[in-house]
């Protein structure tokens, strides 16, 4: 599986599901912010050893993130999210951190969105 496909599935699942809220489209922050998560959910899957983990927790984990933020993710397939991640892919892999750190620290500020 590439990259590619790992960012589409978990995004067009997301994408199918609407949020009725007073809110306004998804802004270009939110959607960084959004693909920032998608991309650090992956990267663990990818380079941390967590390949087990079920892309269905991580759909639920960006969904329980979107609506704790009240984002309206109604023009969510506007915007170019396959992009975003990937690039937010390609920036954690160039941080020149110890990958060990990197992955336990990453493991630790996003697992817990999963346990909501």
């Not at 270009?28 to 990818?46: G, H, I, N, P, R």
């Not at 892309?55 to 984002?71: C, G, M, S, T, V």
């Not at 023009?75 to 110890?98: A, T, V």
């Amino acid at each position: 599986m590439n990259n590619k496909s790992l960012f589409n599935l978990p995004l067009l699942l997301l994408s199918l599901i609407g949020f009725s809220s007073t809110c306004q489209a998804l802004t270009d922050s939110e959607a960084e912010e959004l693909a920032d998560l998608t991309a650090v959910f992956f990267y663990l899957k990818k380079e941390c050893g967590y390949k087990d983990l079920p892309i269905p927790e991580i759909k639920r984990a960006l969904i329980y993130f979107a609506q704790q933020n009240h984002w309206d993710l109604a023009n969510y397939n506007q915007i170019n999210m396959e992009q975003l991640g990937q690039s937010s892919y390609d920036d954690l892999n160039r941080i020149p951190i110890d990958k060990d750190k990197k992955c336990a620290g990453l493991a630790k500020d996003s697992f817990g969105i999963m346990n909501n």
